[in-house]
C-alpha cells in the first residue's frame, strides 16, 4: 500500500508541477509504481546484504534473478509492498543457502534451464511487447523462451552457485498460474 500511495503522490505532484506533461495520470501512477517497487527490493536486498555479510553475492542473486525474470516472467503478488519484501528476503537468503549446494551447480542450473524451457514466458502482460496478437505475439514469445534459456545456460560457463539457486527460485515461480493476494 505504501509503493501505490507513494506513486499515486508523485504522479499527482508531477502533473501540478509541470502542466505539459503529455502522460496520462494513470501511466504516471504505474511507472512511479514499477520503480518504486525496484527501488524498495534493490535497497532493502543491500540492506541485508550488508547485515549477513554477504553485500556482493545478494547484489549477484538479484541481478541474475532480475535479468532473468524480464525475459521468462513469473508469478506476481497483488501487493507491490509485499513483493518488495518477499523479493529481498529471497535475494538475502540464497547467498545464505547457495554454500550448502556446492557441487549441485550443474544440476540445478539444468532443472532451471528445463523449467524455463517448459514455462517461459508467462505472465508478460505488463510488457510493451506482450501487447500483440497473432503471429507477432508468437514471435515475441519464442524470442524471451530463447532469451531466458540461454541465459540460464550461461551458468555451465560461469558454474555460479548463487546464480544457479536465483534461476531455479525464478524459474519455480512460473510454476503458478494465477497472482496471489495478500492481505
Known sequence: MLTITASEKLARLTKEWNPAETRSFDVLRYQY???LNFVSYVGLAA?????????????????????????????????LDVCAIVTAAIFVAIP????????????????????????????????????????????VKRTYKSIAVAIVLANFIVDSDVIALAFVIQALLLLPRREVSVL
Open 33 to 35: 509504481a514499477v520503480t
Open 47 to 79: 540492506i541485508g546484504g550488508l547485515l549477513t555479510g554477504h553485500f556482493a553475492e545478494t547484489i549477484l542473486a538479484a541481478g541474475s534473478f532480475t535479468l532473468l525474470r524480464v525475459f521468462s516472467g513469473g508469478f506476481h503478488f497483488r501487493s
Open 96 to 139: 545464505l543457502l547457495a554454500g550448502a549446494l556446492t557441487g549441485y551447480t550443474g544440476l540445478l542450473t539444468a532443472i532451471a534451464a528445463v523449467l524455463i524451457a517448459l514455462r517461459a514466458p508467462t505472465n508478460l502482460q505488463n510488457t510493451q511487447w506482450a501487447n500483440g496478437t497473432g503471429a507477432r505475439l508468437a514471435t
